[in-house]
């Protein structure tokens, strides 16, 4: 098994992931913090992202595995 991805490549993933709504890519808040017990159960969550788009203004949730798979967007 791949050794599980770092913060800053959990934050690159998450940038690279436009914008739900309008498809933008400028994002004025990304935080990235390690999953809760919980989401790591349900989702075999490894980070959890917050995301508020500097377009729109939509805020995201997105949970990324160990791997650095997308696993939920919400």
Not at 11 to 35: D, G, M, N, W
Not at 44 to 73: P, S, T
């Amino acid at each position: 098994m791949a050794k599980a991805i770092t913060r800053e490549r959990a934050e690159r993933i998450a940038r690279s992931h436009a914008c739900e709504h309008c498809q933008e890519y400028s994002f004025k808040k990304l935080v990235v913090k390690p999953s809760s017990p919980a989401h790591k159960a349900e989702f075999n969550e490894a980070w959890h992202a917050v995301k508020i788009c500097g377009v729109c203004g939509l805020q995201q949730e997105m949970g990324i595995d160990a791997e650095g798979d997308i696993v939920y967007v919400a």
